[in-house]
Structures are given as C-alpha cells and as structure tokens.
C-alpha cells in the first residue's frame, strides 16, 4: 500500500513539475495610445485560451503576456489583438477596425524607413 501511495505522490509531484514547465512569458510591442487602448489590448490578450497574464504599458508601447505554451501561442494572442484594432509585429489591424476605433485610440500607422534608398550619399 506505501508503495502505491509513494507512487501517486511522485507522479502527482512529476505532473505538476510538467505544468510549470510549460508557461511562458513574451513581451512584445503594441501599438496604441491611451487608458481605454491599454484596457482594450489586455482584454483581447486575456481571451485568448491560456493566457493567464497581460500588461501593457502606455509609455512603452510594450505588452507583457504570462501563457501556457500548450494552449496557444504568442501568434494566436497577437492575432487577438489585431482583430480588436491594435497592430503588433506579427499582425495588422485591418483598416475597418483600425478606422471603428474613437480618435484618441488611433496611433500612427506610418512605417518609419530605417534603411536608405541606395542613393543618398552616392556621387556619380
């Protein structure tokens, strides 16, 4: 019988070992401006299936988001909050639900060049 209890206590102590082993945490940049996007962002995060904990901070730009990586994955959560309004890298907003949200909450969607065109600089 002490082996039979001994036995459920190891695999009970090695199945919560296997679930700790599985959360992640990534951190990644949002686009968004203000208190009411910050409330949007975190609760599209949170719905998604495994997500446990979502942060994103207004100064920054910067989402922070605590998952079971045998639920879901960074893309799906990402997805979630481009389907609210909010770009992040993996995925954009479409522009209806970008243009449905109130004015403060619309960010700059301009992409800043970071390379040269080839040209500047050159003499011929």
Request: with cysteine; proline share 2%.
């Amino acid at each position: 019988m002490k082996t039979k209890v001994l036995s459920l206590v190891c695999m009970f102590l090695l199945g919560t070992s296997m679930v700790f082993a599985q959360a992640k945490t990534e951190k990644f940049e949002v686009k968004g401006n203000c208190g009411m996007c910050k409330s949007r962002i975190e609760k599209a995060a949170n719905s998604v299936d495994g997500v446990t904990k979502a942060d994103w901070v207004q100064e920054t730009k910067m989402l922070t988001v605590a998952f079971d990586s045998t639920k879901t994955t960074v893309h799906k959560v990402q997805m979630a909050i481009a389907k609210v309004g909010h770009d992040t890298p993996m995925h954009k907003a479409s522009d209806e639900v970008y243009n449905s949200l109130p004015g403060c909450c619309k960010y700059d969607r301009t992409v800043a060049k970071k390379e040269s065109t080839g040209h500047e600089g050159h003499k011929h």
